[in-house]
T-cell receptor, first 116, second 118 residues
Framework: AQKVTQAQTEISVVEKEDVTLDCVYE???????LFWYKQPPSGELVFLIR??????QNEISGRYSWNFQKSTSSFNFTITASQVVDSAVYFC?????????????FGAGTRLFVKA | GAGVSQSPRYKVAKRGQDVALRCDPI?????LFWYQQALGQGPEFLTY????????KSGLPSDRFFAERPEGSVSTLKIQRTQQEDSAVYLC????????????????FGEGSWLTVV
């Protein structure tokens, strides 16, 4: 069965600190996609990144970077030089091709507080 | 606006009451999803439409939950005889293509309908 675990419920950092949000997933499929979403207080989920299971290259987008390691079934997200506007709940998610890809399984989320 | 619009934003229902939650997807979007998000949890898949066809409703928690999208645009999620455990945020999302989230196909979420059953 597929599962996404975000062990960190809440993280609090001071502005300009780096912070890493952990994500561990379980799946029996060989083809799957992993995602990160940001949920600000307004409630909508904002797409950040999608990574397929065959692409283990790490990705950097501005202050954001993602580390995908199939060997440990992890897809961690790092924010460099955090800012107050980064405060939100972040969700890691998984979609499996074999189930049609329509059911995205979300982790429980990590609430990030960035203090000025 | 140009995004996914949901109404009502907030709904308080008495236990046993029926509720209807509306979703206006982005114009032209083929795929539409409903998710339920309990407090402090991640969203959980409820159902998926491709145009007017409901292709997957395996996530609907009971037969009290019903979703429709009769003309392939606006969708309504109906909950009959609400129970306290139905209290959650109901998120609607849409995407342009029918291939779900797996292609270069971004899914856009609405801000959700916050349902409280008292």
């Amino acid at each position: 069965a597929q599962k996404v675990t975000q062990a960190q419920t809440e993280i609090s950092v001071v502005e300009k600190e780096d912070v890493t949000l952990d994500c561990v997933y379980e799946t029996r499929d060989t083809t799957y996609y992993l995602f990160w979403y940001k949920q600000p207080p307004s409630g909508e989920l904002v797409f950040l990144i999608r990574r397929n299971s065959f692409d283990e290259q790490n990705e950097i987008s501005g202050r954001y970077s993602w580390n995908f390691q199939k060997s440990t079934s992890s897809f961690n997200f790092t924010i460099t030089a955090s800012q107050v506007v980064d405060s939100a709940v972040y969700f890691c998610a998984l979609s499996e091709v074999d189930t049609g890809g329509f059911k995205t399984i979300f982790g429980a989320g990590t609430r990030l507080f960035v203090k000025a | 606006g140009a995004g996914v619009s949901q109404s009502p934003r907030y709904k308080v229902a008495k236990r046993g009451q029926d509720v209807a939650l509306r979703c206006d997807p982005i114009s032209g979007h083929v795929s539409l999803f409903w998710y339920q998000q309990a407090l402090g949890q991640g969203p959980e898949f409820l159902t998926y439409f491709q145009n007017e066809a409901q292709l997957d409703k395996s996530g609907l928690p009971s037969d009290r939950f019903f979703a429709e999208r009769p003309e392939g645009s606006v969708s309504t999620l109906k909950i009959q005889r609400t129970q306290q455990e139905d209290s959650a945020v109901y998120l609607c999302a849409s995407s342009l293509l029918r291939t779900g989230p797996l292609s270069g196909n971004t899914i856009y979420f609405g801000e959700g309908s916050w349902l409280t059953v008292v």
